[in-house]
Nanobody, 114 residues
Framework: QVHLVESGGGLVQPGGSLSLSCAAN????????MGWYRQAPGKQREAVAT???????NYAESVKGRFTISRDIAKNTVSLQMARLTPEDTAVYYC????????WGNGTQVTVSS
C-alpha cells in the first residue's frame, strides 16, 4: 500500500500557473504508475497526466502543452506543473499510484477564477 499526500492547490487567476506536489511514503521507483487525476463538481474523475516507473508520460488532450508531470525519485515526489490555466481546470486534483492496486490521496483543490 502507498500513502499519498497532495499539496500546492489554491486559487489562481486565468492564465496563471500553479504547481502541485504529491509525496509518497515509499520509493516511487518501485511504483508502476503514478499520476494526476481531477474531478470537477458534477463531473466524473478524469486522468490528467501519468508517468510510469520508467518515466513514460501520458497526458490528456485538454492539458497537452500546458501541464507537465515530473518526478523526483530522491524525494519520492511527483509534481504537476500547470500553466495557462483556465476556469475549466478548476477541480480537486488527486495523485494516484498503482502498486498492487490503485492508491489515492485525499486531493488538493485548484480553483481558477478572476
Amino acid at each position: 500500500q502507498v500513502h499519498l499526500v497532495e499539496s500546492g492547490g489554491g486559487l489562481v487567476q486565468p492564465g496563471g500557473s500553479l504547481s502541485l506536489s504529491c509525496a509518497a511514503n515509499r520509493a516511487i521507483s518501485s511504483i508502476d504508475i503514478m499520476g494526476w487525476y481531477r474531478q470537477a463538481p458534477g463531473k466524473q474523475r478524469e486522468a490528467v497526466a501519468t508517468i510510469t516507473s520508467v518515466g513514460f508520460q501520458n497526458y490528456a488532450e485538454s492539458v497537452k502543452g500546458r501541464f507537465t508531470i515530473s518526478r523526483d525519485i530522491a524525494k519520492n515526489t511527483v509534481s504537476l506543473q500547470m500553466a495557462r490555466l483556465t476556469p475549466e481546470d478548476t477541480a480537486v486534483y488527486y495523485c494516484p499510484a498503482y502498486y498492487g492496486g490503485w492508491n489515492w490521496g485525499n486531493g488538493t483543490q485548484v480553483t481558477v477564477s478572476s
